[in-house]
């Protein structure tokens, strides 16, 4: 059974950073690229950013680049997302998505997760980030 499980949201100042993880169980880890998304309420979910399988690719948002690093520890299973100058306007839920193909997840990212299909690969709960003014 996979389990993708996020972590390390909490309440923080506007200008504060925070370090969320995603630890993924039942797959092989470095057979997925991984994403982070995030859903405000109200709104669509949207993508943040993604990794390749290896890391050596890397994609964000207009909305987050310069302010938030992906990584991942194919040692560990774990795929993070280090977020620095953290705004009001990044509260939301972030999630982890674990997909098969790079491009598919790119295209996720970028664009929409209306391009979601059956058999792309698993999603995680969510953990919440609230930034304060």
């Known amino acids: 059974q996979v389990q993708v499980v996020e972590s390390g949201g909490g309440l923080v100042q506007a200008g504060g950073s925070l370090r969320l993880s995603c630890t993924v169980s039942?797959?092989?880890?470095?057979?997925?690229?991984m994403g982070w998304f995030r859903q405000a309420p109200g709104k669509e979910r949207e993508g943040v950013s993604c990794?390749?399988?290896?890391?050596?690719?890397?994609y964000y948002v207009d909305a987050v680049k310069g302010r938030f690093t992906i990584s991942r520890d194919n040692a560990k299973n774990t795929l993070y997302l280090q977020m620095n100058s953290l705004q009001p306007e990044d509260t939301a839920t972030y999630y982890c998505?674990?997909?098969?193909?790079?491009?598919?997840?790119?295209?996720?990212?970028?664009?929409?997760?209306?391009?979601?299909?059956?058999?792309?690969?698993?999603w995680g709960q969510g953990t919440q980030v609230t930034v304060s003014s």
């Open positions: 039942g797959l092989t880890f470095d057979d997925y690229a």
């Open positions: 990794i390749n399988w290896n890391g050596a690719t890397t």
């Open positions: 998505a674990a997909v098969r193909a790079w491009d598919d997840l790119r295209l996720l990212v970028r664009e929409s997760v209306g391009h979601w299909r059956p058999g792309f690969g698993y």
